[in-house]
C-alpha cells in the first residue's frame, strides 16, 4: 500500500468506546486538492470510494478553515466522541487550516488535520507553494501548527507512519489532552509504497477515559461544600462532553445550590429548573453575577475560566471565597490557585459528591435568594423579547423572535460578535445540545461551518432536528462560502443573518474604551475625513449572495412588523427539506439588559481623544474591582 492508502484505511477502522456508545472515531474525510496531496490522500480515497466506497467517505468543501470547522462543529455535538479528518494541499492550503487548528485547540474539540508538506528527500526543492527560510532550511508552513496542535508530527519516513498514527488517536481520543492533531505529509512520502502489517489495519477502539476522584481531594472538596453558607457551580463544556447533565440536575436537586453556565456549558440544565440561574460572567445574568458576587465557595465542573467566565477575575468579590475544580484535565483543576482540586470526569465525580452529600442541603434562607433572583432576570429577558414595533428590532428582540419560533430540540449555533454575549444572557437553552457557541476562540466565520458540522454530527446518529445558525453581518463576509457545500449536499441549516451594516459588538466595545466606532461602520471612504464613519452605507446585497449559493432565501423589510415576519420566516424554514437564508436588519445601538458583568480592555493611559480619556477614568475606577485568585485559605483553616 502507499502510505496514504495505509493511513486512510486505518483510521476506517478506529472506533471510540464510550460505556455502551460504540461509534466511529473518524467517519469520515474532508478535502481539498491540490499538487501536494492528489495522487496521495487524493488517490488513497478515490481508491476507497471505488473499492469499498462506505469505508471512509469523503467530502467536499470549499475553504479548508471551514473543513477543520465543521469537524468541530460535528465533535461536539457527538462529546468528543468522533471527528472528521482534514486533508489539505502544501502550502496556503495547509496555512488555511491554522485558524482552525486553534480553534480546536481552545475548545478542547478533537480535529484531525492533514495538511501536505513539501518534499521529505527535497529533490525538487523549492517546490510550487514551498516556504524557505535560510536559517532552517527544513522549516516548512506545516511547524506553524506546533503551536496550535495538542500533538505534532510529520511523517518523514513510510516506517514512521504506524507509531504515528497510533499517537494521533491516543491524543484525539484523550478528554484531558484532546484538541487539534495535525499529522504532516510530504508530498513524495504520501506516494511511497510499503508493506502493512494486517494488525494496523484491523479495528481498534480507544476506550474514553472516566477516571473516578481519589478519595482524598473528594473527601476535602465534600467538606469545604458541607462548610460553605453560599456556593455556586460553574457549570462549563466538560459537563456536556461527560454527558453528565442528569448528574448534575440530580446533585442540584438534591443539594438546592445554584448553577451558572459558561458558553460551552449552555444545556447543562435547562433555563427554567429551579437552581439554573442563567450564564455567569461577563456576558452572564445578573443573576448568576450576583450569587458569583457573594460566593464563598466556587465549584467549578469542567470549566476552563475564561476572562468571561470570571469577568477577567472580578466576577467573585467574597474575601474569602475558595475553588473546588473538577476537572479531567489537571491543568484546568489547578486554576485560581485551588487547592481542592478534583481530577476527574465531571460525571463520576458528581455522582460521587451526591452520595458523600446525602441529606446536605443550602439552608432556606439561601434557597429563598436564589429563587428571588432567578424569577427577577426572567422577568427582565421577557421584557427583552417584548415586541417593539420598531422599525429596526434590536438583537435581544431578535433573538426572542428567534426563541419563540425555534422547537425545544433545536440547537443554535453562534461564535464570534455581540451574539454570543446576548445569547449568553437571554438564550432560554432546552436541551442539552441545543445551544452551540464556540466561544473559546470565538472566531468571525466559524457560524455557517460549524452549523454545518452540527448537522452532520446530528443526522449521524439519526437526528434531524433543526439547526438555527444566527450570524452578523461581519461573520458572514468572513466565511460564507459553505452554503454551497449545504447546497450540494442537501444538509438542511436555517441561516438568519442580522445586518446592521458594520462589526456591532467591537462597535459597542469601541465606544466603551473611547475610539467612538472608528474603523467598526461599513461605510463608503469618506475622502475628506480620511476614514469610513460615514453616512453612506456600501451597497453590499448579502441576500442576493446567498441566493446565487442556491439557497432558498426569505428577505424581511424594515417596519413595524419585522418581528412577525420575522417568525413566519422561520416557521417556512422548519416547513422545507431545503436550506433557508433570512436576512433582516437591525439596530445596533440597541443592547441586552446589563448585568454587573465586566471585561477587561485597557483603555490608553494618554491620549488627545476627549472620550479616550473619560473611558480611561471609568476603567481605572472598574479595574479596581479584579482579584489576583492566587488561592484560598483552607490550608490556615486546617
Known sequence: ???????????????TVDGDIRERTI???????????????????????????????????????????????YARV???????????????????????????????????????????????DPVLQQLEQPWDIGLTVNDAFRPLSRFFDRVQRPEQLYSIA???????????????????????????????????????????????????????????IRRAKKPLIVAGGGVIYSTAEDALRAFVEATGIPVGTTQAGGGSL?????????????????????????????????????????????????????FVNVNVAAFDAYKHGSQLPVIADAREALVALADALAGHRVDEAYARTIAREKGEWDAV????????????????????????????RDVIVQAAGSLPGDLHKLWRVRDALGYHVEYAFSCMGYEIAGGLGVKRGLLADGDDRDVIVMVGDGSYLMLHTELLTAVAEGLKIIVILIQNHGYASIGHLSETVGSERFGTKYRVYDDAERNFQGETVLPVDLALNAR?????????????????????????????????????????????????????????????????RAARDTYDRQVTAQRPLLGDRIGDDE
Open 270 to 322: 435547562p433555563w427554567d429548573h429551579p437552581q439554573y440561574l442563567g450564564g455567569v460572567g461577563a456576558t452572564g445574568s445578573l443573576a448568576a453575577n450576583r450569587r458569583a458576587a457573594e460566593a464563598d465557595l466556587v465549584i467549578g465542573i469542567g470549566t476552563r475560566y475564561s476572562d468571561f467566565t470570571t469577568a477577567s477575575r472580578t466576577a467573585f468579590q467574597n474575601p474569602d471565597v475558595s
Open 78 to 124: 457527538h462529546r468528543r466522541r468522533g471527528t472528521y479528518a482534514s486533508a489539505a494541499s502544501v502550502g496556503p492550503g495547509a496555512a488555511n487550516m491554522l485558524t482552525g487548528a486553534a480553534l480546536a485547540t481552545a475548545n478542547r474539540l478533537p480535529a484531525l488535520l492533514l495538511p501536505s508538506d513539501t518534499f521529505a528527500t527535497r529533490v525538487a
Open 548 to 612: 446565487s449559493y442556491g439557497m432558498d432565501v426569505i428577505e424581511i423589510d424594515p417596519g413595524a412588523d419585522a418581528i412577525t415576519a420575522l417568525s413566519e420566516a422561520i416557521a417556512t424554514a422548519k416547513a422545507s427539506e431545503r436550506s433557508t437564508f433570512i436576512h433582516i436588519n437591525s439596530d445596533p445601538h440597541i443592547y441586552a439588559p446589563d448585568n454587573d458583568g465586566w471585561w477587561d480592555v485597557p483603555v490608553a493611559a494618554v491620549s488627545s481623544i476627549d472620550s479616550t
Open 1 to 15: 500500500m502507499t502510505v496514504s492508502q495505509a493511513l486512510v484505511e486505518f483510521l476506517a477502522h478506529q472506533w
Open 166 to 224: 497510533l499517537a494521533a488517536m491516543r491524543v484525539l481520543t484523550d478528554p484531558a489532552e484532546t484538541g487539534a492533531v495535525t499529522i504532516a505529509l510530504p508530498e513524495d512520502v504520501q506516494a511511497e509504497a510499503l508493506d502493512v502489517p494486517v494488525e494496523f489495519l484491523q479495528d481498534r477502539e480507544w476506550h474514553v477515559r472516566r477516571p473516578v476522584p481519589e478519595r482524598g481531594p473528594l473527601e476535602r472538596a465534600v467538606a469545604a
Open 381 to 408: 429577558v421577557d421584557e427583552a423579547f417584548a415586541p417593539s414595533g420598531l422599525t429596526l428590532p434590536g438583537q435581544p428582540e431578535i433573538i426572542g423572535a428567534v426563541q419563540a419560533a425555534s422547537a425545544p
Open 27 to 73: 467517519p469520515g474525510v474532508f478535502g481539498i486538492f491540490g499538487h501536494g496531496n492528489v495522487a496521495g490522500v487524493g488517490q488513497a480515497l478515490k481508491q476507497l470510494n471505488v473499492d469499498e466506497p462506505d469505508l471512509m467517505p469523503y467530502y467536499q468543501a470549499r475553504n479548508e478553515q471551514a473543513m477543520v470547522h465543521q469537524a468541530v462543529g
